[in-house]
């Protein structure tokens, strides 16, 4: 059983940071693209960053040049950076990851609050 469990979440001003961190754990053989997604009230979920075994990113249009995607394959963990935060990123952030286990999955972690108010 394969578990992805997001952390770093919480409430920020305007202008603030966060850090979000997503381990995954159990019987993994290899993980591909990690990324990260969100859901604002209301909304549809979307794309804000992938990246790949590699280290090729990308990003949604709305977060270039404020947020960071990274990964430590060792720890099998990814990593949102979130700067310069405005209130519509307001919205619960969703780690996902295409692994192999004994076949190829892809796994979402239960999401992280994130909100941006004064």
């Known amino acids: 059983q394969v578990q992805l469990v997001e952390s770093g979440g919480g409430l920020v001003q305007p202008g603030g940071s966060l850090r979000l961190s997503c381990a995954a754990s159990g019987s993994i053989g290899s993980i591909n693209v990690m990324g990260w997604y969100r859901q604002a009230p209301g909304k549809q979920r979307e794309l804000v960053a992938v990246?790949?075994?590699?280290?090729?990113?990308n990003y949604a249009d709305s977060v270039k040049g404020r947020f960071t995607i990274s990964r430590d394959s060792a720890k099998n963990t990814v990593y949102l950076q979130m700067n310069s935060l405005k209130p519509e990123d307001t919205a619960v952030y969703y780690c996902n990851a295409d692994l192999w286990t004994t076949r190829g999955i892809n796994a979402w972690g239960k999401g992280t609050l994130v909100t941006v108010t004064s």
């Open positions: 990246i790949s075994t590699g280290g090729s990113t």
